[in-house]
């Protein structure tokens, strides 16, 4: 019940096209759910992040859209670059707790 | 200014040594956390500290795991006898209250168990 599963594990994605990323998870008690970018040799980095009580937060390119019902929430990213191209991890955290459960990332490569 | 800093960047141990794995948070973040990363995989939580109260210690994989931080600062991360399976990058992060949810990583250290 604590895990939080990501797919897909890797994506190819020609430069200007829409990057989609998919989480899901069964705990009904996390209410907050980061994505994380991680590029090789560095720490991750936090990138953009939701609560339940909305369904979409957008911030430039990058766009969460929030399932609350299926327990699902996605990572959108427009227009891809080339300078995207790193591992993503969602995340989640349930109230009161301050550790964060993290998928098992996707490797997005952007190609020219 | 400066981020989370780990060290050392690389370790490379003989099975059954014991390494000490350390991580200098955000001056004035009270919040602080140890995490693994093995190779292909997600974060996995290790340990959280937070101000003077006791830490959460409930994901250290086995008693051969221990972490301590001194005067609410620097901690330091203890692996004895070492195993294989405990290669891994070993992450720390920061936060600061009340937005613990921002979690700042280091870049962390990796582990290599011969």
């Known amino acids: 019940q604590q895990q939080v599963k990501q797919s897909p594990q890797s994506l190819i994605v020609q430069k200007g096209g829409i990057s989609i990323i998919n989480c899901a998870y069964e705990n009904t008690a996390f209410d907050y759910f980061p994505w994380y970018q991680q590029f090789p040799g560095k720490g991750p980095a936090l990138l953009i992040a939701?609560?339940?009580?909305?369904s979409e937060k957008k911030e430039g390119r990058f766009t969460i859209s929030f399932n609350k019902s299926a327990k699902q929430f996605s990572l959108h990213i427009m227009d891809s670059q080339p300078g995207d191209s790193a591992t993503y991890f969602c995340?989640?955290?349930?109230?009161?707790?301050?550790?964060?459960?993290f998928g098992a990332g996707t490797r997005l490569a952007v190609h020219p | 200014g400066a981020g989370v800093s780990q060290s050392p960047s690389n370790k490379v141990t003989e099975k059954g040594k014991d390494v000490e794995l350390r991580c200098d948070p955000i001056s004035g973040h009270t919040a602080l956390y140890w995490y693994r990363q093995s190779l292909g995989q997600g974060l996995e939580f290790l340990i959280y500290?937070?101000?003077?109260?006791?830490?959460?210690k409930s994901g250290l994989p086995s008693d051969r795991f221990s972490a301590e931080r001194t005067g609410g600062s620097v901690s330091t991360l203890t692996i004895q006898r070492t195993q294989q399976e405990d290669s891994a990058v070993y992450l720390c992060?920061?936060?600061?209250?009340?937005?613990?949810?921002?979690?700042?990583f280091g870049p962390g250290t990796r582990l290599t168990v011969l």
């Open positions: 992060a920061s936060s600061l209250p009340p937005n613990l949810n921002e979690q700042f």
């Open positions: 939701i609560r339940p009580d909305v």
């Open positions: 500290f937070q101000g003077n109260s006791a830490p959460d």
């Open positions: 995340a989640a955290r349930a109230g009161g707790y301050n550790k964060l459960i």
